[in-house]
């Protein structure tokens, strides 16, 4: 094989090292293990990792003159030894932007890089508005959120979108609104946003979902963990190992597209019975005999409280076309569970607010659909970061580029400054 396109090196040569990569991925390491693990030692990082004592001193050292780490004291560590002195995240030097973009709203959020929010906002969105109306919106709600939180701009933003983009071209594709599909989203964005905003990634709301699932509360570590999103129609993300899976092309997660009933009502794709159709949001609302929560524009959020709150009050027609839906999901989810074999699977969206009815059947739906195998330690819950799960994988996608490589922020960023990057 040539040698020269990176397929073979002569006998008795070794590569050469690119020392600025090695040290781009050494510190990328030691600050992903403090994400991931909370306040911990030099001594553990060193242990986890497998770098040397000095090395770590030399790679922590660099961390907290970019401001990224921060020292807590000296803590006893395992009750033996001397006290340790403990590192974790230090926020207040990076500004990181959350977005999302729903079929029903426009929402931000603005998180130090600690995880401290600084400000937040939200507004209705109308129907089927115009890529470039949602994205203006947007640009708008992250200039006042940010004016708010004090920071003249941040390292990042991260958009959660109601379509899956296309990896190659930056364009919309499967959209619920028909209006959207085609369109270079990620230029529009890229415009409005400016370079306020620092590094811009985008993804659709079901994928960040479950990056945010897997990485915060309680699922987090997770090692093959599924999130379903519900809101006008369904879509899935899974995450490997805290990574997100995207597919060849960037289309992974378009299951509301999956057919589950060929007598189904049409979907928005043309086809008939897709899960879009049966399980989401205008489906519901029609199976509920209001054709208008289907058609107009509303806050699914809030007609989902109201259902709940009339299943509490004893309305069994609402409670029968919930637990309806729940076994829809469950079947939805039995499909997942045979074909990708998690160890966790989150259901989000406004179907959130339809517990316990909901997820009792889904999971009796589950249990019967997957008995030839079983689901041995598995575990299908309602995602622990509410509604807000979208959100926070947006803001979670706006660090990745500093998670991978920490040169990207100035030394500066510790005197507490922006944090831009400066590349």
């Known amino acids: 094989m040539d040698a020269r396109h990176g397929d073979a090196v002569p006998a008795g040569t070794r590569r050469p090292v690119d020392q600025t990569a090695m040290r781009a991925h050494n510190l990328g390491l030691v600050l992903r293990y403090v994400r991931d ?14 770098l040397t004592t000095p090395a770590v001193t030399k790679i922590v050292a660099d961390l907290l003159r970019r401001g990224l780490l921060e020292e807590t004291g000296p803590v006893q560590v395992r009750g033996r030894g001397r006290p340790a002195s403990m590192l974790r995240l230090h926020g ?5 932007v959350g977005v999302e973009i729903r079929v029903d709203h426009v929402g931000v959020l603005v998180r130090d890089f600690a995880g401290t929010e600084l400000a937040s906002g939200r507004r209705p969105l109308s129907v089927d508005p115009s890529p470039r109306a949602a994205v203006r919106m947007a640009a708008a709600l992250v200039d006042e959120a940010l004016d708010r939180s004090g920071r003249a701009d941040a390292v990042g933003c991260g958009v959660a979108l109601p379509a899956l983009v296309d990896a190659h071209d930056g364009t919309a594709v499967g959209a619920h609104w028909a209006s959207w599909n085609g369109v270079p989203i990620r230029d529009l964005l890229a415009d409005a946003l400016g370079e306020r905003c620092g590094v811009l990634g985008l993804d659709s ?6 990056l945010a699932t897997s990485r915060l509360g309680e699922f987090r570590g ?3 963990l599924v999130h379903l999103e519900v809101g006008a129609g369904a879509g899935v993300g899974a995450t490997t190992g805290g990574a997100l899976f995207t597919g060849a092309h960037g289309y992974a997660g ?9 007598r189904g009502p049409v979907c928005t794709c043309g086809g008939a019975g897709c ?7 205008p489906a519901f609302a029609r199976d509920l005999g209001d054709q208008a929560g289907a058609d107009e524009c509303v806050d ?3 007609y989902a409280q109201e259902v709940a709150a009339r299943i509490r009050a004893g309305d069994a027609t609402a409670r029968e076309a919930v637990e309806r839906l729940g076994r829809w999901l469950g079947r939805a989810v039995a499909i997942l569970v045979n074909l990708l074999d998690p160890d966790t699977v989150t259901v989000g969206g406004y179907v959130l607010h339809l517990q316990p009815w909901l997820m009792d059947a889904a999971r009796a739906e589950v249990a019967a659909r997957v008995r030839s195998l079983g689901w041995p330690g598995g575990r299908l819950e309602a995602s622990p970061l509410t509604d807000q799960a979208a959100l926070l994988g947006a803001v979670t996608l706006a660090l990745e580029h500093v998670f991978a ?10 005197q507490g400054s922006s944090g831009r990057r400066t590349r």
């Open 37 to 50: 693990h909370g306040s911990c030692s030099r001594a553990q990082i060193g242990a986890a990792t497998r």
């Open 222 to 224: 997770s090692h093959q």
């Open 300 to 302: 699914y959020a809030r």
């Open 254 to 262: 378009a299951f509301g597209h999956i057919p589950m009933d060929p």
């Open 92 to 96: 207040r030097g990076l500004t990181a």
């Open 205 to 210: 709301a079901a994928r960040l979902a479950a």
């Open 405 to 414: 490589d920490p040169t990207t922020v100035a030394a500066t960023a510790a």
């Open 275 to 281: 899960l879009n159709a049966i399980i989401g949001f």
